[in-house]
Structure formats: structure tokens, C-alpha cells
């Protein structure tokens, strides 16, 4: 019979939250089912194809690809938002929005290079983002969904229809910028910044900082009680994630070369939150994915007929009511024996998730 | 000014009878309904197909209109609502708004991006009330908002099934274990809410100026519906109306003052405003009581 003193250590095994130990590179030597090798093998496979594929491929595809890397920023984004934080976003045009006409605007009406135009465009998103984060301090659940909605609507009728800052219906000029004018090398240059996004937000997640938007997502009160500031921390998801979605506002900008306000609708929010849903809230293999479908899908559907493209919406709608019906987890749930087994795991169909509640994490 | 008063009231008799759809349904499932701008946009593009595409009489037009509301209302409730049951409200919002992008896109497909117009039920020039001239349309509207209004509120104060409703909604739990079935209430509640949103689009499409086009009341009057909802508590059917109103007002008068000072859409920088401080200041609304 155990005492009470031995049961108390049986029951609190001891964390550590530093991960000494041997080193990652050990780790996934001696880690299940094919070791370092396999995982080398299958990583090699996945870049080595895309930079194949983008040698080969054709003008149309290059466009395609530089949109997926342009909308994986943006669902980087709301991701960071809705996954990370659980505040719902169903006004993210606006910050997108608001990043294209910056940046287009200031190369066009400025003169500016496209680097600073690019960096103005994520800081105005951010500030815009912030001011929404602000009034989200008081507001949860279904106000927020209600006053996210009614931000971008306001963005779009009122913000996005001063011609003085968006030339109106004639749109504004936003050139590929100089040494980037090529297909291939304006896709590297996307792949470039989607990188960058992809790393600050893994970075960001591991750090205090990341760890606190979790906290506060999962229970602010009790949050609060341990020391995190809620307030700042909210406010932090909003101003960040504005200023990725300005980022991806300004590539799809200069993607596009001519940004007309009418581009940033309600129904481009509603893709977003479709991304992120489908995609799986909180899981970046999964909304990537969901990221790729949802750009490549319609384009592809028209231009090799497979049927009309105006079918892909409803599609779109189709998949987010099964996902939240059928599957919260969404694609990331089903991806997870794969994203386990790569960061060392076994390969397994029965993984512990956190999205396996109805609404894969939405609250 | 007296103009835009009264285009104010009648404008907001259409917010007020769709804000009440916004009500019924967060009765029955304590959810925001963003399908409801999509059910009056189906009801109207119903009515438009039957009346100016077949040549069918207006009346039949019109009851074929709000019963296809009504049955969408009855679909979503079946098919999206009732399984998620028990999630997360924010959710289900999700799910409702996924309803609204399926439904413009149905209507694009089926009635193209072209410009569609249902002419009003009656023509004429209309009388005119305090100098004011007031077409025939906008008598109907008004009228509407108050027959569905007086309608309510004895359905809510004097049969048993608004009993019933009234008291499924304040505590669903309680209300169960005296026999009242959840689901059964829910089902009713979206079904009447949709029909309401019917009315409210055939009412809207049908006003001076109003063209269809594939989500338009969503685009055009959901959000001030939405004011109007919160305005009035969300649980109130009076307050919704009430709130309808007062919003069509400060719009129009918002519109009359600012129509040459250069701002975009005055409407909805009122909108917003509104909006931003009824959340802010006094989130329960004006009448924050369940009527």
C-alpha cells in the first residue's frame, strides 16, 4: 500500500518546461518510425516538389502559386485571431483591404519604393486592427462577431469610398516592384514574406507572449488571476494580426498590379473565416491546406472546365457546415498523424486533439 | 427634413420587421442570425421570378415568396441549427453566416448579376400626409410593420404557444421539464422568423428605387437590422421594432445634413456609431426587457 507522500509524487510528475535533454536533432534520430531519415526524406520530397514545380511551371500557374502564398499570410492572420486568441474576425477584408490601398497608395500617389509602401501597409493594418481590439476589450462572443462584421462593412462603404484615397471604381495602380517583375521571382519574393510571417508566428506561439494569448483564449478570469494581462495581450492578437493581413493586403496589391476598393467585400471576410474553420483553428499544417484549396480550387475548376466556377462558393459553404457539424477539427485534424509523426512522434490515427470539440475551438 | 423623417420611418418599418426575425430566432437558439438578410433577399427573388418571370398574380406571387422563406428558415433550422445544437454559439454564427454566402451565391447563379426590379403592389401616386407625398408602397410597409407588430404581441401575450415560446426561451431547462419541447420551439421560431424576413424583403424590393441584385438585403439592410435587435434588448419584439425606426430616422436625417458635405454613406456612419454605442454604453438596449 502506498503512503500519502508517495502518491502525491505518483500523481504530480514533474514538467519541464525548458526541454533539456538531448537535443532536437537526437530527438528525431532516435524518434519512431523511420527516425531522422524518413522525416529528412518526406521534408526534402515536399520542398524539392515545390521548387520543381515552380521551374516548370507556366505563367497562369505562377500567378495561382503567388496567390496561395498571398492567401496563406492572410489565413496566418486570422488564425492567429481566431486560434490562437478565439476572438472572431468576420471583418478582416477591412485590414487586408486597408494594407492593398495603403501600399498601392503610397508607391502610386507617394512615389514611395515598394518596401516602405509594404511596411506602411502592415502598420496601418496593425492600427487598424488595434482600434477593433480595443472595443473588443468589451465585448465577447456573439457583440464581437456582430461588431467585427459592422467594422468591415463600415471599412468598405464609408473608408473604402473616399475617391480621394482609392481613385473609386478606376482602381489604384500598385506596380511589381523593380527586380521582382518576373512571375517566378514576384512568387519568390511572396515565399519570401510567407516564411517570414510563418516563422514570427511559430516563434511567437512558443514565447511568453504566445502562451499568454492561449491563456487568455482558454479562460480569461483565470488568466488574469495567474498575471497575465489580458487586456494587453488581446489588444497585442488584434494589432498583430492586422499587421500580417496588411502585409498579405499589400502582396495581393501588388500581385493584382490595380487594387479596386470593391475587391474587399464581406464575402472575402467569409472566405477567411471559411479558411480558418475548414482549415482547422489553431493548426497551421491544416489551414495552409485550406488555404491552397480555397485559391486553387476555383481557379483551377474554370480554367480546366471541370465545372462552373461559380459553384466553388457554395462548395466553400458546404465544407464549413460538415467541418463544424462532422469534423471541428477540420483538415488539420486530419493531417495530424502526419504533422505529429514529422515533429518526431509516432504515426498514429488516435491522437489526444485540442479542436475535437464541436466548433474545433471557436468560442 | 419632413421627408427624410418619414422615408426614416418607413425605412425603419423594413429594418424593424426583419430586426424582429433577428429576435425570434435569438429567442429560440440565443444566436445572432446572419442568414436572415438571405431569407428576405430568397423571399424577393421568389417573388420576382413568379410574378415578373411566370406573370403570375401578385397575391399568389407573394404567398409563394414568403412561404419559400419560410421553408429556408425551416431547411437551415433542420440541417445546420439542429445539429449544432450544443456548440458554441459563435459557431453556429459561423454556420448561419456560411447559410448567407451559399444563398447570394445560389442567387447569382439562378438570377445572374443583372439588375431585377419587382414592382410595388400598388401604383399610383399616392396622398400625401403633412405636405409630405407618400406612395402607396410605403403605406403598405407601414401598415405591415404595424399588423405584425399588433400580431405579435397577442400571439406573445395571449395563446398558448407564445407562451410557450416566451417561456422556452427564458429557461429552456425549466421549460422542458413542464413538457415544452426545445426543439419543437426552435423549428417554429426559425420557420416565422424567416417568413418575417420574407415579408421584410418583398417590402423592401418592392420600395421606390430598391433593385434586386443577389444579396441585397444582406447588403443593404442587415446590419441596420441588426441595430434595430440590439437597440431594443435582442429579446425584445417591441424593442425592435422601436429600434428600427429610430435608426431609419437617424439615417435619413444623417443623409438629409451630410448629403453634400462629401462623406461616404452617411447611413452607416450612423450605423456604426449607433451601434458602437449601444454596445459600449448600454449593451441590454433600450428596452432591455423580454417581451
Known sequence: ?363 | MKEAIVLGIVNGAVWGVLAVGLVLVYKGSRVFNFAQGEFATVGAYVAWLTIAGLGWPYPVGVVIAVAAAAAMGFLTERLVVRPLFNAPRVTLLVATAGVAVGAIQLELIIGRPEVRVLEPALSGRGASVFGVLITPQEYIIVLALLLIGGGLAYFFARTRLGLRILAASQDPLAAQLVGISSKRISSILWTSAAALGGIAGLLLAAAPGQALSPGFVTRNALLAAFAAAVLGGMSSVAGAFVGGVVIGISQQVAQFFLFDKGVPSPDVVVLMALLLLVLLVRPQGILGKEV
Open chain 1, 1 to 363: 500500500v502506498a503512503t500519502a507522500e508517495e502518491l502525491e509524487v505518483a500523481e504530480i510528475p514533474e514538467v519541464d518546461l525548458r526541454e533539456e535533454g538531448p537535443s532536437r536533432l537526437a530527438q528525431l534520430r532516435d524518434a519512431p518510425h523511420g527516425g531522422l531519415w524518413a522525416r529528412g526524406l518526406f521534408g526534402t520530397v515536399l520542398l524539392g516538389g515545390f521548387v520543381v514545380l515552380t521551374l516548370v511551371a507556366d505563367d497562369i500557374l505562377l500567378l495561382d502559386l503567388q496567390r496561395v502564398f498571398v492567401f496563406a499570410i492572410a489565413a496566418i492572420s486570422i488564425n492567429l485571431l481566431m486560434g490562437y486568441a478565439g476572438q472572431i474576425s468576420l471583418g478582416h477584408q477591412a485590414f487586408f483591404g486597408v494594407g492593398a490601398l495603403t501600399s498601392a497608395g503610397l508607391v502610386t500617389e507617394m512615389g514611395l519604393n515598394f518596401w516602405p509602401a509594404v511596411a506602411g501597409a502592415a502598420l496601418l493594418g496593425a492600427f487598424s486592427a488595434g482600434i477593433l481590439g480595443i472595443v473588443a476589450l468589451r465585448l465577447r462572443g456573439l457583440y464581437l462577431a456582430l461588431i467585427t462584421l459592422a467594422y468591415g462593412f463600415f471599412a468598405e462603404n464609408v473608408i473604402f469610398n473616399i475617391r480621394a484615397l482609392t481613385r473609386g471604381a478606376a482602381g489604384m495602380p500598385a506596380p511589381r516592384p523593380d527586380g521582382f517583375t518576373s512571375e517566378r521571382l514576384f512568387l519568390w519574393l511572396v515565399v519570401g514574406f510567407f516564411v517570414l510571417v510563418q516563422f514570427t508566428d511559430w516563434q511567437l506561439l512558443r514565447s511568453k507572449v504566445g502562451r499568454a494569448i492561449l491563456a487568455v483564449r482558454d479562460d480569461e478570469t483565470v488568466a488574469s488571476s495567474l498575471g497575465v494581462d489580458v487586456t494587453l495581450y488581446k489588444t497585442l492578437a488584434f494589432v498583430l494580426s492586422g499587421a500580417f493581413a496588411g502585409l498579405a493586403g499589400a502582396l495581393f496589391a501588388h500581385q493584382t498590379t490595380l487594387v479596386v476598393a470593391s475587391d474587399f467585400s464581406f464575402q472575402l471576410a467569409l472566405i477567411f473565416v471559411f479558411v480558418a474553420v475548414v482549415g482547422g483553428l489553431g493548426s497551421r499544417a491544416g489551414v495552409f491546406t485550406a488555404a491552397i484549396f480555397f485559391t486553387l480550387f476555383p481557379s483551377f475548376a474554370s480554367r480546366y472546365d471541370w465545372f462552373n466556377p461559380e459553384y466553388v462558393p457554395l462548395v466553400g459553404v458546404v465544407l464549413l457546415v460538415l467541418t463544424l457539424i462532422v469534423h471541428p477539427g477540420g483538415i488539420g485534424e486530419a493531417l495530424r498523424p502526419v504533422t505529429e509523426w514529422f515533429r518526431g512522434g509516432r504515426f498514429s490515427m488516435h491522437h489526444e486533439g485540442s479542436g475535437t470539440e464541436p466548433g474545433g475551438g471557436l468560442r
